[in-house]
């Protein structure tokens, strides 16, 4: 029993945090903007340099010299249900479709879609195409492209699509660079105005009840109820993150329904029924960026419980962050029975 408590005791997985520096493999400096990962946990990195494959042992890169490819400036990357990769591109090179051997190219040259830039792309319950683009949302249906305006077209103020979502209900969510929270469902165009500074809002995510979270441009935690479209502030006293940060904030949720916060050089996971908070910060051993890198842009979780990063000068792993028991057990969470015992021994933990 002592060796069993003694072994309970320990941490089930040691966190690690690895850099990867694609110089060292003579790929090249990427400046990375997206990623994302396919049904069979290959990553995928969307960089100023083209198109960039992980398959757990090679790194493969894509671009003009070696592919269809219309640009090496890749600003997104997104991943269909039959496993095709699709990329957004800036300078109205459009949208481009990667099967894993050939490339189909959408621009405003051979398509309706005439999108001057692309900031993210998301594939929703029927593997149709939501584009945030430097003016309005775009989608492809019965193919072809259909254009969603929440602003008019002449309107002279620069306004951009910069995250899109969709949720259980194969509901279209998207934030803007000055309009707030939009959500498209059935043709209806909906806008959500929280009263909280809801002009511009980051780090959108869907949690698995379906409810909408983000945080506003002071960098405050929001949840909007999926029902009675209600909204709520987290408790601003217990957030671990910096809300001082001019920083980008990305949000997701893993299968147990935890949030969890990327922000600068840290992950803070926050349990929603617990309202507890957890950090891991990448000691500065690893964390040694290029001048005006400014940490995280975005990041995956994998099947294997891994968290992905991306800065705009490198690429980051998490390991052992995610664990499914109680990793530091307490002696008094444990209840042995009966004792002593010369048959079954009955041992109870979190």
């Not at 003016?135 to 008019?152: A, E």
């Not at 507890?276 to 290029?290: G, H, I, K, N, R």
Request: with cysteine; glycine share 6%; charged share 20%.
């Amino acid at each position: 029993i002592l060796f069993l408590l003694a072994f309970l005791s320990l941490p089930i997985l040691s966190q690690e945090w690895t850099k990867i520096n694609l110089n060292e493999m003579n790929i090249g400096f990427r400046g990375f903007y997206d990623l994302d990962i396919d049904s069979k946990q290959n990553i995928w990195f969307a960089s100023l340099g083209g198109l960039i494959k992980f398959d757990g042992t090679n790194w493969t890169l894509f671009d003009t010299t070696n592919s269809d490819l219309p640009s090496n400036e890749l600003f997104t990357v997104g991943v269909d249900l039959e496993d095709n990769i699709w990329v957004g591109m800036g300078d109205n090179y459009g949208v481009s479709v990667f099967d894993g051997s050939s490339w189909i190219n959408y621009s405003r040259s051979n398509s309706e879609l005439d999108a001057y830039t692309i900031f993210d792309i998301v594939l929703d319950k029927n593997n149709n195409p939501w584009c945030g683009t430097w003016k309005f949302l775009w989608t492809k249906k019965n193919n072809q492209w259909v254009q969603i305006k929440h602003r008019n077209s002449g309107d002279p103020i620069s306004y951009y699509v910069f995250e899109v979502k969709v949720d259980k209900n194969n509901d279209i969510w998207f934030t803007t660079s000055v309009d707030g929270l939009f959500r498209y469902k059935e043709g209806t165009l909906k806008n959500y105005d929280t009263g909280i500074k809801q002009f511009y809002y980051d780090g959108l995510s869907v949690d698995s009840n379906n409810n909408i979270w983000f945080v506003n441009s002071d960098n405050y935690l929001i949840r909007l109820n999926a029902e009675s479209e209600q909204y709520e502030l987290i408790d601003t006293n217990s957030i671990p993150y910096d809300t001082e940060s001019p920083a980008p904030i990305r949000t997701l949720f893993d299968k147990n329904n935890n949030l969890w916060i990327a922000q600068i050089r840290s992950l803070y996971k926050y349990n929603p029924i617990s309202e507890e908070w957890a950090t891991f910060t990448m000691p500065d051993s690893v964390y040694l960026p290029l001048p005006g890198d400014g940490g995280f842009r975005e990041f995956i979780l994998d099947a294997n419980g891994n968290f992905w990063f991306i800065s705009p000068s490198y690429i980051y792993r998490l390991s052992g962050a995610i664990t499914d028991v109680n990793s530091e057990p307490e002696s008094s969470h444990i209840n042995i029975y009966p004792n002593p015992t010369k048959s079954i021994l009955n041992i109870e933990t979190d």
